[in-house]
């Protein structure tokens, strides 16, 4: 079964930084797989933050750019999330998710709260 788990949440001031990281288990070929990172934030739907393929191919949202990146390392299983710039609306359950194929994994979440 593929699980992934979040890490790395917390409270940060305003124009911080944070790196959220996922380890997915499984008996997985895990370099195969398309990883995302979605965030929730109160009273409002899922959004894409980021995503990188397994030809680590890169997408960010437009409210992002600039601001994070994603990155993966397919030895340790690990996706990455690093946030600089950080700034009150970022803040929400961010959640890791792996998909592949008929795959589509989520994480239990992690809260990052910005505020001073």
């Known amino acids: 079964q593929v699980q992934p788990v979040e890490s790395g949440g917390g409270l940060v001031q305003p124009g911080g930084s944070l790196r959220l990281s996922c380890v997915t288990s499984?008996?997985?070929?895990?370099?195969?797989?398309?990883m995302n990172w979605y965030r929730q934030a109160p009273g409002k739907e899922r959004e894409l933050v980021a995503s990188i393929s397994s030809s680590d191919t890169t997408t960010l949202a437009d409210s992002v750019k600039g601001r994070f990146s994603i990155s993966r390392d397919n030895a340790k299983n690990m996706v990455y999330l690093q946030m600089t710039s950080l700034k009150p609306e970022d803040t929400a359950v961010y959640y890791c998710?792996?998909?592949?194929?008929?795959?589509?994994?989520w994480g239990q979440g992690t809260q990052v709260t910005v505020s001073s």
């Open positions: 998710n792996a998909r592949l194929g008929l795959v589509n994994a």
């Open positions: 499984g008996r997985i070929i895990f370099r195969a797989y398309v």
